[in-house]
């Protein structure tokens, strides 16, 4: 059975209307920190195989981490291609790490909630604060790399990356509807009709 262009848009609506759903209950009420990181990261690369349904797990997962905002995109220029053997330092150190490992990979680590068992407005996200190195910083990403007694530390702030990637899903999704995005759309029907969305049921 051949899927309209429409009820592609809204399964993909409701798939990422339960990413949503899914790691703010899991991230406030459950307080589950760890597995709302290993799920927006994991999330993150799924969105991105629309943008990019070529490409490979890394280059999908720089397609929609840069959508995210300017300081995404600057970790990815400051950090990727530093490795011959995977360019993607990003994607590997972070995403792969928690996937693969439970561990951010070879850098020192932490993952933030702030949530204290209750529900943040968006507002409240977009001004938590957080300390580095003895002095409160506004969280301006969901990933922040900051340098400790000369060494490199990756933070993880749960609730500010849940915030900007679903921003970016909302924007992305706002440029798939409109039928002038003709290679956006392309790629993302060409995913859409890949992967088994005649069983996913809505």
């Known amino acids: 059975m051949k899927q309209t262009n429409d009820e592609l848009i809204r399964k993909f609506e409701t798939m990422v209307r339960w990413m949503s759903e899914d790691t703010k209950r899991a991230m406030f009420q459950a307080k589950a920190n760890f597995l709302v990181a290993q799920g927006l990261l994991n999330y993150s690369e799924v969105i ?3 943008i990019l349904p070529n490409g490979n797990s890394g280059e999908r997962f720089d397609s929609f981490f840069s959508r995210m905002g300017e300081e995404y995109r600057l970790l990815l220029r400051r950090f990727n291609g530093r490795r011959r053997n995977n360019p993607h330092i990003v994607y590997d150190d972070l995403r792969c ?4 490992e439970y561990a951010i990979k070879r850098k020192k680590f932490i993952v933030y909630n702030h949530g204290g068992g ?3 407005t968006d507002n409240q996200i977009d001004n938590l604060l957080i300390n ?3 002095q409160n910083i506004r969280c301006i990403a969901g990933v922040i790399h900051s340098w400790e007694h000369n060494k490199g530390v990756w933070r993880f702030i749960d609730p500010k990356y849940w915030l900007d990637f679903r921003r ?4 992305y999704l706002t440029e ?3 039928p002038h995005n003709r ?8 995913r859409a009709r890949t992967i088994n969305f005649l069983q996913f049921s809505v």
């Open 48 to 50: 991105g195989s629309f």
């Open 97 to 100: 790490g928690l996937t693969h």
């Open 118 to 120: 209750q529900d943040l």
């Open 132 to 134: 580095i190195n003895g």
């Open 168 to 171: 970016a899903v909302e924007q």
């Open 176 to 178: 798939v509807r409109n």
């Open 183 to 190: 290679d956006l759309r392309r790629s993302f029907f060409n």
